[in-house]
């Protein structure tokens, strides 16, 4: 099974950067995803890993360490559209993916 | 590309009342996910089918739940008799190959309320 955490909430101002850590437990590892939900929508698909290093996409990144089970999506230059909750997923073997809580951004003026 | 489709939006429901969502994927994809997401969680998977074959039910509560997927592309998911436990957002979701990130791409949802 996987056991997937990330903090509940984070706030930053506007033009700033945050950082979304998110910590896992897998019995089958077959890549990281990160997604974006705004309230009442569906989640977006952001960046996937699969091997160690930085995905640069934009104004987002994304960071995998397989050895040490943890991951982190970057959000640089941060704007007002950027609040909502972000949600890292693992996939296993099997193709699945096991969803943590998310972790509500709110961007402040 | 036109995106996963998903009827209703909303639906407001007694318990013990039956109530059933649609779904219709993208086209071509042949994965398609059912998701229960309750206030303040993560989606947490109920079926997944490949094509019009059943993949994984395993947290599909079997005895008020049941999903199908005709012809290998709309499904529906049924609840019968709902319980206040199921108010939650029911997204479903489809994927194919894309490269190798076989990412999912979700629905809008349909937002259940149980009372």
């Known amino acids: 099974g996987q056991n997937i955490d990330q903090p509940t909430e984070m706030t930053a101002t506007e033009g700033a950067i945050v950082q979304i850590n998110c910590t896992y437990q897998?019995?089958?590892?077959?890549?990281l995803f990160w997604y974006q939900q705004h309230a009442g929508e569906a989640p977006t698909f952001l960046s996937y890993?699969?091997?160690?290093g930085l995905e640069e996409k934009g104004r987002f990144s994304s960071f995998l360490s397989r050895s040490k089970g943890y991951s982190y999506l970057l959000l640089k230059e941060l704007q007002m559209k950027d609040s909502a909750s972000y949600l890292c997923?693992?996939?296993?073997?099997?193709?699945?993916?096991?969803f943590g809580a998310g972790t509500t951004v709110t961007v402040r003026a | 590309e036109a995106g996963v489709a998903q009827s209703p939006r909303y639906k407001i429901i007694e318990k013990r009342q039956s109530v059933a969502f649609w779904c219709n994927p993208i086209?071509?994809?042949?994965?398609l996910y059912w998701y229960q997401q309750i206030l303040g969680q993560g989606p947490k998977l109920l079926i997944q089918?490949?094509?019009?074959?059943?993949?994984?039910d395993s947290q599909l509560p079997k005895d008020r739940f049941s999903a199908e997927r005709l012809k290998g592309v709309d499904s529906t998911l049924k609840i019968q008799p709902a319980k206040l436990e199921d108010s939650a957002v029911y997204l479903c979701?489809?994927?194919?190959?894309?490269?190798?990130?076989?990412?999912?791409?979700f629905g809008p949802g349909t937002r259940l309320t149980v009372t």
């Open positions: 086209s071509g994809h042949a994965t």
């Open positions: 089918f490949q094509n019009n074959g059943v993949v994984d």
């Open positions: 979701a489809s994927s194919a190959l894309r490269g190798v990130i076989y990412e999912q791409y």
């Open positions: 890993n699969v091997l160690d």
């Open positions: 897998t019995s089958g590892f077959n890549g």
């Open positions: 997923a693992v996939r296993s073997n099997d193709y699945k993916l096991s």
